[in-house]
């Protein structure tokens, strides 16, 4: 089979549909498999997910769980369980705009064997119509990134833009399960594989929800989960990949310094700071001259901003905090919308699965 989608949801009646439609809309020249994994939805989403599957029995599977595991579970778990040559990943919130998404990125992984995934921009839309929406983009729009470009920000918004390379992560190591959230590391085991393709196309809609778990972090404590994943990845990572990670943590550190110093808080100001000096494990020469860099920063918080927009420009990495978000012309008049079992089984993994063969 040319390709998976894999559409991870839970309590996600209202939304879901809207998902499933946006897959099932694609116009492709291959064939390909729709996997919905259900983690205990408590709500009416599994009797919409049955719904669907009576409809389409040949092109979707069910995997629905018996108890709900978490995000951290349900979604490397279903992905091991995808058939596909490449694999497409879809939340269950969020929705594919054009029905030539999945062809496009199969045709670009196709056209580059050496690549591990490939990836597009992301409409960001607040449900609550708190924000105008925005266009969530990587800096610079290189066609290509790097895993090292990956360590030092998450430049791919959300799982829902990404088709990887099916194969090349064959099972989750134990530091995976540990982490908050599923998406950068995912990123990150693909991306060890090869070089990261980028298509300069909007073509997935990105939901935001006040009480989200990711949406409801105060940017602070953002910042420091932001921190404590990259410290995994010094950890667990091989050891050539250290300095740069101690690079990447040294930046986000030194970000949120400055991020204090603008609000005021002067003793978690000098705090981040000194921590962005440590945690750089540079010799007595570059600690030097990082404790300069940081002190200079620090004293003049616009010298940093200045600095960010010259790496921009330049296609060099640039911190998380600075990167490329953009309104988009017409935004605000985007308006979100919004069981029958032929076979069942239960498996290992502890879910009962609907329309396996």
């Known amino acids: 089979m040319k390709a998976s989608v894999l559409i991870t949801t839970y309590n996600q009646e209202q939304v879901i549909g809207q998902a499933i439609e946006s897959v099932l809309a694609q116009a492709t020249d291959f064939d390909y498999e729709v996997v919905v994994a259900d983690d205990g939805s408590t709500d009416g989403t599994r009797s919409v997910l049955r719904e669907y599957h009576h409809r389409f029995p040949d ?27 490449y694999v497409a990943c879809l939340d269950g919130d969020d929705y594919w705009t054009s029905p030539h998404k999945l062809q496009r990125q199969v045709e670009f992984l196709d056209a580059h064997p050496d690549h591990s995934m ?42 829902s833009v990404a088709v990887v390379r099916n194969h090349l992560v064959r099972e989750f190591p134990d530091w995976y399960y540990t982490l908050p959230v599923p998406d950068w590391p995912f990123f990150v085991l693909h991306g060890m594989h090869g070089p990261i393709g980028y298509l300069n196309e909007n073509w997935t809609v990105y939901r ?33 990949w250290r300095p740069l990670l101690s690079d990447a ?3 986000r550190c030194l970000n949120l310094a400055l ?8 003793d978690r100001a000098r705090e981040f700071a000194r921590m962005s000096i440590q945690e750089a494990q540079a010799d007595s020469l570059r600690r030097w001259f990082l404790a300069a860099k940081v002190s ?15 790496r921009t ?27 029958l079992w032929p076979s069942q089984s239960t498996n290992a993994k502890g879910w009962v699965e609907v329309g396996a063969d």
């Open 118 to 159: 490939c990836f597009h921009n992301a409409l960001m839309v607040w449900e609550d119509g708190s924000q105008t929406p925005v266009l969530h983009s990587p800096p610079g729009r290189r066609p290509t990134y790097s895993v090292s470009g990956l360590f030092r920000h998450d430049f791919i918004s959300t799982a």
């Open 313 to 339: 420009a330049f296609h060099t990495d640039v911190p998380e905090e600075y990167l490329r978000q953009e309104p988009v012309a017409g935004a605000s008049d985007v308006q979100p919308d919004d069981g």
């Open 59 to 85: 092109r979707i599977r069910l995997l629905l769980r018996e108890r709900n595991l978490g995000m951290m579970r349900n979604f490397p778990e279903a992905f091991l369980e995808c058939r596909g040559q």
């Open 208 to 240: 935001q929800h006040p009480a989200g778990t990711y949406s409801r972090l105060s940017r602070e404590k953002r910042m420091e989960q932001s921190i404590g994943i990259v410290r995994t990845f010094r950890e667990v990572l091989p050891p050539e």
């Open 249 to 251: 943590i040294h930046a």
């Open 296 to 310: 200079a920063y620090m004293r003049v918080p616009l010298l940093a901003r200045l600095v960010s927009r010259w």
């Open 259 to 266: 991020y204090h110093r603008q609000l005021g808080h002067k």
